[in-house]
Every structure is written in structure tokens, then in C-alpha cells.
């Protein structure tokens, strides 16, 4: 819009810029177009933090690319770690111990809760509720320093490795993880109480943003947001790794499709996630978790290969073109923050400004992710 | 030179015994007037953010100084007196200049006529209670100015935000201190506390008091209707283009003042005031102020905010009817004499 004084307008519309250096969207800008407060267009404006994690792989070994990938969404580190082993293992048919695939499943279902955790924090933020941004922002503490114990650091672990782990658990992890769990489950349900129940929350997202399942499937929707339009489709279920296909657990699925059944999908999947730790921890065999000799240059075959896991926010898919060099030849991310994007400019059309926080933040959108 | 100096010793000797006996000046500028209000404003803000902090498991302001950090507020306030003022290229400088302090005594100013106790009030008015819902009712008036002066979109949509909602709850709120006023016969505060003697309005008109609390909250633009400001979809709203010391001054009159003046009015108006009057009568009037304001700050750690839409169809579907309702049963309890006093 030109500069001018506002009496001197006369479109009918107006622009709103909303991010980057806004208080309401993160590394992400978005341009709505508004009659009155209804959003009449959304133009998405990704990109600010593109760092080429692709090409920057294409000059790395392979055993280098693992902090990179995790570091594109590095609240939910392991999941992305584990999508790209798994594809570089598949490809190359390097086996895994036993133990190592549980302790696999245990760091990526820290990882969810984490992941999970922040995106209520920032959920509640964006709604103006402040105690459930400081609750789960304080009880994803917790959290990180599991994973610490687990894996040496807080973020960015390079835990998960091609052939296993980097390292076994020590020794008081399980008791002080069944501590940490067991607080969890209580303060859960206080979450459920406070935030879930609250009328104001609920008014606010109710039949808010609703994606229909038609739509979710025809726009590419991926992860929770696919779930909370009632597609039972999760990778853990449906193309399992690590230890998933030996433990027992469900799927949320909701059908309302709309923000609040997207936030209670995200609920219900912490409470699995807590479900499926505690059985890795109970089930975990005893044995070696990684060849006795980590070399630095993996043995990856020649060949073409595409792997997915089920990462936070979706399904997260690796491609890799291999010559059987020491470096890849071409590594593709498909990420779900990304194909969630389209999913926005959808949902926001026609509904007020008022609404606008709480459809975007429902997709719990990572602007690292998806610009890559 | 003789006159100046006799006039001069004339004054301070009135001063000395205004201040010694609480006449009007030690009113206005002690208590209940500015300086109680000021000492009140910075243990407000340390307590909002302590009670925040306790529910939400963390410490809260600590290393400013004094007990408990409680020193934080003034900090803050220096930390704004030192920063850049920035004004807008585009903006309205002089309306942009003049509203922080319009603003902070339009806000203030209900102060003057609301009463601590039967004699501690600055300004005996037999209409005070309009008067000071009249200042009340012009402060979303500077805010659709600020939004307007500030020549910004967000300002501007926080602005129409603020006219919006008040058409929602200035009706409710009137209503009901319609009811009050009919029920007291009279305008004034006094009376109406003292006709408050044996049961409080908030019991005799529960209706009416929660849509005034209602509406008084949304007023407030508190949590959960602090729709005008909206940090995240309109980056702090009507204020955002301001700075330095002038956002501070909007900061006191828009979240600290009106969260006094309204829990004040509140008080006189439905918890009786001063009653049971024994003892100290203006401590009674402190206490029950102090406890709707620390419950009115408690909103912010459990509620997020409402819609503009949400807000403003509750205040025409829920408010404005039980605001009428109230009237009409306290129209017929008037005939019954219910109300004490002469019957209409």
C-alpha cells in the first residue's frame, strides 16, 4: 500500500504484514489481504531462513549430515535424525542391533514430547494464555535433561547413527525416565484442565479452521493435522522402524478437523508418547547397541533410496541418490512443515483476524523446516 | 515585597494545617489522591507478575531491589523515562504528543469523586457516580484516537477494535448502575453506600453486578478481553507505535489505573464500600477494592483471550438482557419498599 495518511485510503481492503519481526509468526511472514477482519487472501512468504541444507549435504560426509538435518528442526532432533539413518541403513542394508532400535524409539518419543511440548507453549502464547507457556515450557525441562542423560546434549544429539546408536543408556536413566514420566502423566492432566477445558480455549478454537478430510487429503495435510481430520495414517503404524511395529500404542485420530482437535491430537499423542517409552524401557533386550567399530565414512551402497519417518509435526521423508562415494550425490527433504503451508493459505481464507493465531499455530508450522 | 512574604508564610501555614487535619490538598495529593495511587500502581504491577509467576511455577521479578524484587516496577519505569522517543513520520504529532496524558487524567480522574469513607473523598458531588462512569465511558474514545493519531494499520485496527467493544458493554454497564442509582434514590456515592447498611447490591442485584463486573473487566481490556491490544495479531494494537516514556504512561493509565478506578467503583457501588464502617473505615473500602483487583489480575493466569466477535455477541445476547432484567426487578422491589426509604 502506498504511504499515505489512513483518512486518504480508499481501497476497500487493507494489507496486514504479519511477521517477520512480529510478535505473532516466528521466521515466517505472511501478507493478508483484509475487508473489514475478514482475511480475504493469504500470501505466504517463507524463505528468510533458508539455509541449503540440501546442497551443504552434497559436500559432507555422510556421518557429517547427521547434525545437519537435525539441526533444520532441532526441537524434534531425533525424529530427523532417525528419517535420514533409516534411509541411508535401507539403502545400504546395515543391520541394527536389537536394543539399539528401542533405544531409537525412546529418544524419538522424547523428542515428540519435546517437540510437542514447545508447540504448546506457543499455542498458549498465542492465545494469550502465559501459564500454559511457562507449565509446558517448564516441564519440557524435564525433558531435555532426559535426553541429556540419554544422549550426552540437550538438542542437536546425533544420537541415532547408521548401524545403531552412538552410545548405551547409563545406567539410572530408566528410574530417573519412569520419575520424570510419572510427573508428566499428573501434570497432563492438569494441562487438560486448565488449557484443554478452558471455555475461553475452547471458544476460541472450535470450529475454528476447520479442515474437511476430503480437503486435508487433496492439499497434501501430513502428521497430526492429517489425524485431527480423521485419516488414521501414521508411518509408525504404517511402514514401522525402529522397535514400533513391538509396541503397543494407538493413534489419536479426531474427526472434527478443526484447531482444537488438532491441539487434542497433539494431547493424546504425549500421553502415547509417555505409553511408548515406558514399554521400551520394559521390553528393551540386553546386547550390543552398534558395531564395535564406528568409522566415519559409512559403507553406503550405490543406488537410489526414500525413506519416511513420523516426525512431530508429520511425515518426513528422505531421498538420497547415491554413486557410492564418500558423499552423497543428492539428498532431498520433504518436510511436513512445508506441506503444511498450503494447508494455511486454505484455512485462513474467510475467517476473521481475530482467528488468525489460532489456525496458524495449529499446524505447529517450523519456518527452519520447511525453508530448509 | 512584604505582601509576598506574608502570603507566602499564609500559604504554607494553610498547607501545614490541610495536611495535618486531611483537608482537600491532603486528599488530592496524598490519600486517597496521587501519591497513594502511585505507591498503589508499582505494588500492583510487582504483585500481578508475583501471583503470574507463582501459578505458573517460576520466581518472578527478584534482582531489582527491596523485598522480594518489588523495586521492579520503578526500574522498569526508569528503564522507559530513558528510552528514545520515537514519533512516526506519518503520525498526527500533536494529537500523538497530547494523548498519553490525556489519557492518564482522563483515567485518573473518576478518582477524584469516588469516596474511601464517608469524608475521604476529594470531590463531594451529588452526582458523582455520573461523573465518574462519564470519565470511565471516554477512555476507548482516546483509545480509537491513539489508534487513529498513530496512523498505523495495527494501531488503527486496535483502535476500531476498542469502539467495537465498547458498543458491546457500555449499555450493560449503565443498565446496571442504573439499578444502583434507582435503588440508592440518588447519584451520589455516598448514599449509595450508606443505603447499602443492612445487604450489599452485589446480594440485592447479583444480576446486575455480574454484568457490571463483566463489563467492567472488558473495560479494563484485561485478560481475557483485552481484544484492542492483541499482542499476536496486531502487535500490541493501539499503543504499538509508541515509546520511551509516553508507552509507559500508557501502560499506568491504561493497565494500572483503570484496574483501580473500576475495582473502586465496583467496591462502592456493589460490595458496600466502607460498610460495616467500624474501625477504620477506609481500610474496609482498601481490603474489598484490593481483593476484586488481585481477582481480576488472577484472569490473566488462567484465561487466553476472546474473540471480537465472541465478545461482543455475549455483551448483546447475555449482558445487555440481564443488565435489564436487573433494572426492572429493582423498578418493582422500589414499589415494595425493599430498598428502605420513601417509596416513588
Redesign the interface.
Known sequence: MEAGRLDQVVEKEIYVSVGPQHSGAGHFRMVLKLDGDIIVDVIPDPGFVHRSVEKIAENMLYVQIVPLVEKVTHVDASNLAMGYVRAVEELSGIQVPERAKYLRTIACELSRITSHLYFFGIFGIFLNHSTMFMWSFGDRDLFLDLTQLLTGTRIAHSYILAGGVRHDMPQDFPDKAMKVLDYFERKLEDYYKIFMLNPVMIERTRGVGVLSREDAIRLGATGPVLRASGVRYDTRKDDPYAAYDKIDFEIPVYKEGDSYARVMVRFREMQESVKIIRQALRDMPEGPVRPKRMVPRWPVKKGEHYARVEAARGELGYYIISDGKAKPYRLKMSSPSFRNLLILKHLLRGETLADMPAIYMSLDYWAPEADR | MMDVAGLIIRIVKYLIYDLTHMGPVFKAVIFPGLAFVFILAIVLVWLERKM?AK????IGPLYAGGPEGILQPIADFIKFAFKELIIPD?ADKLLFIALPIVSLVVAMAPIAFMPYSRYMIISPNPYGLLFAMAFVTLFPLIILLTG?AS?S??A??GGIRAAYQQIGYELPMWFSALGVALASRSFDFVKIVESQQPLWFALTQPLGALAFFIAMVAEMGR??F??PE???????GWFVEYTGIMFGIYMVSAMLMKLYVLSLLFTVMYLGGWLPGWGLPEAWTFVKAFIVMFLIMFF???????????FVNMAWDKLLPLSIINLLIVFALTFTGFYGGVQP
Open positions: 503470574a501459578v505458573q511455577m517460576r506519518q487513529w496512523n494499520k495495527y488503527f485496527i485478560i481475557p483485552d481484544i492483541a499482542e499476536q495479531e496486531i502487535a500490541a490473566r493466569a488462567v484465561f487466553p483471550r476472546t474473540r471480537i466477535k465472541t
